[in-house]
């Protein structure tokens, strides 16, 4: 029989209730490894409030385990769980059960493949180092940020490349616009922003589609704000485009993986930028 829950950590569970059935048998590893277990299914008594329960199960924990599947994943309850740990200052850990990607709010956060061979293992160790050190925690935020934005971009096609494509735009957005701002939380972007008179004007915004991160550049608004398209840039943007792709405003990162390319659209924007902004 397991010791009870005082004399041992506890590890609160974060998950869909849609894998209870999977989740069963981590829950005995953990204790088996002589770690307490906190979640719902055992925990919340008929009739208690369910939200006080959660919360206070929390609070009590000495850290957080949240198994990540693609029902988790999507579910609202599962990342307020996370944000309030976080507020807590409690220790977060993810354990990958499936083929997806990390939300953003959860990117930056340590985690565990349980379908590897030693998944459970080195689950089971990096628990314990967890536990037993003092940590720096991170932001958990379902909203970009410069921390997650670029972690999130790597994890998705080319991600190594576009992430690092993606770092070099915003460095040359901070020297060249007014302001750099992250924004969406369903589509997590960031743009750089123009102060032209009283108005604002986007130069361009780097948008982390999940099959195709892109850079766009807001043609239909600089028109109808400012009266102003650029015939002649556009050629030159539509130039660094595969053909098929010709008449959009949006350009793949991965076309942008040699210096030459990078350094043609960063022509394009400063003199983007001189007719927004003469």
Not at 69 to 76: I, L, N
Not at 152 to 167: F, K, T, W
Not at 225 to 245: C, D, H, K, S
Request: proline residues 6%; charged residues 20%; hydrophobic residues 45%.
């Amino acid at each position: 029989m397991p010791a009870p829950a005082s004399a041992m950590p506890s590890i609160f569970i974060s998950h869909s209730n849609q894998d209870n059935a999977l989740i069963k048998p981590i829950v005995e590893r953990l204790r088996e490894a002589g770690l307490g277990v906190w979640i719902d299914y055992e925990t919340i008594r008929g009739g208690a409030e369910w939200l006080c329960e959660i919360e206070a199960g929390i609070a009590r924990c000495d850290a957080v385990l949240v198994i990540l599947s693609g029902s988790s994943a999507a579910s609202t309850w599962v990342k307020r769980e996370c944000l309030y740990a976080f507020q807590l200052q409690k220790p977060l850990l993810v354990a990958l059960v499936a083929d997806l990607l990390i939300p953003l709010h959860l990117i930056n956060l340590q985690y565990c493949d349980l379908r590897a061979p030693q998944g459970m293992g080195k689950l089971l160790e990096s628990l314990r180092a967890l536990l037993s050190a003092d940590h720096a925690y991170g932001a958990v935020s379902e909203t970009p940020l410069e921390s997650n934005f670029f972690p999130y971009l790597a994890q998705l096609p080319q991600g190594e490349i576009v992430a690092l494509v993606a770092r070099d735009l915003y460095a040359f957005a901070q020297q060249n616009a007014d302001a750099v701002e992250f924004a969406g939380r369903r589509r997590p972007g960031f743009h750089a922003r123009l102060q032209v008179g009283e108005r604002r004007a986007t130069l361009f915004s780097v948008w982390a589609y999940r099959r195709q991160p892109a850079v766009q550049l807001p043609l239909s608004r600089w028109a109808k704000t400012f009266g102003i398209v650029p015939v002649a840039l556009l050629r030159e943007w539509r130039a660094l485009l595969p053909p098929a792709q010709r008449h959009r405003g949006t350009m793949p990162l991965r076309c942008l993986d040699r210096a030459d390319r990078l350094e043609s659209l960063k022509a394009i924007l400063l003199a983007a930028k001189r007719q927004l902004k003469p």
